[in-house]
C-alpha cells in the first residue's frame, strides 16, 4: 500500500490550512526536459500539526569514515510523529515528475518531487534539538543558526533512483511576511551541508533506498531511519562528497527532505 494512501499517513480535511504557491520555477524532468512554472508552496497559515516542540532523547552524532571527507548521521532529529505529519503535508501538496529550480541531466534524478517553505514554528526548534552536533565554520564560514526554509522533498516510488551526484549550495529561503512570497535571504548567507532528513524507513517496509556516499578508497551506504539526518558537503570543490540514492523496490515508497545547512561567508575567501 502507498503511504499517500494508508490512514495512518492521513488526517481529516480541518486539520491542516489550505496552500497556494508562492513561487513558480522552471522544473526539470526526470529524463530530460522542462515544465516553465513548477509552483513552490507554502501553508497559508502555519500548521498546527507541524509546530515542534521540545524532544528527548537528546539527539546524538555518529561520524562517518570517508576517506578525509566530511559526513555524519544525527539521529532522534524529528519524532516518527513529526516524520509522519512532515510526509502527509507534503502529500496534499501533491509530488510532481518536475523539480523546481534543479538542473539535472536526463537518467539523473529518477523520482518525484515537491518543494515548499516551511514554517519558523518547524525550522528553529529543529534547528535547537540539532545546532550544536553541526560544525561552527566550514572553510571559512560561520554556522548561521537557522536552517533555509526551503524543503526540497523527494518520494521514491518503485524502482526510482537519484543516481550519483554532488548537491549544488544554495541560498536560503523564507515566506515574507504575508506568507505570499518566497524571499531570498542576504548574498552572504550560503549553504554548506546538505542535510537528508529520512521520514520513513525499513520499519514501515521501505526495501532498499540506501544513501551511497563515494570516496576515492570506495563507499558507504546509508540505511534511511525515520527520524534521522545524513550530512555531508556540498557545492562543487574536491571536498564536496558524491552520492546517490540508490534504488527503492516495492509497494512503499521512500520520503526523504533535503534542507541546507546554512554559513556566512562575509569573512571566508571563498564559497566552496
Known sequence: ????????YLQAQHDWPEHQAVAHLVGSLPMGGVVPHTPVHAFKQPPETLRLGEMTPTATRQDIELGGLLAFVIDH?????EADAIVQATERMGYRPEAPGIATPPGMRMNKSVHWLADE???QPMFARIGHLLPATLDG???FPAFSH???MYRYDDQDVFNRHTDGNWPGYSLSEDRSEMQAWPSNLRSGLTMLLYLNGPEDGVQGGHTRLLHRHGAVDVVPKKGSALFFRHGFGPTSVVHEGCRVSGPVPKYV???NVMYDWRAAPHVA
Not at 532529529?77 to 510523529?81: F, I, L, M, P
Request: aromatic share 0%.
Open 121 to 123: 514554528a518547524m525550522m
Open 150 to 152: 526551503r524543503m526540497n
Open 141 to 143: 564560514g560561520a554556522l
Open 1 to 8: 500500500m502507498n503511504q499517500a494512501t494508508n490512514p495512518h
Open 257 to 259: 527532505a533535503r534542507i
Open 77 to 81: 532529529v524529528v519524532t516518527h510523529k
